[in-house]
């Protein structure tokens, strides 16, 4: 299952799937992680941060945020 790093507070990492609710892990539970990284989480409960769709996810927002936002 893949999750998004929504935000970090307090040493509490809350995580957004793709589809469903918002869930919550303590950052000591996981890998060295930041705000908008894609974590995928394996059946045997293995995190890890996959840097080649959290690559993607931020440039595809980038390309979504240039069409909005104009100099």
Do not use: C, S, W
């Not at 307090?10 to 892990?25: A, D, L, R, S």
């Amino acid at each position: 299952m893949d999750v998004i790093v929504d935000r970090i507070e307090n040493n509490i990492v809350v995580v957004e799937p793709y589809k469903g609710k918002v869930m919550t892990y303590r950052i000591d539970a996981l890998p060295k992680v930041k705000e908008g990284d894609v974590l995928e989480i394996k059946d045997n409960g293995e995190v890890f941060v996959n840097k080649k769709k959290t690559k993607q996810r931020k440039k595809k927002i980038k390309k979504l945020m240039d069409k909005v936002f104009v100099d």
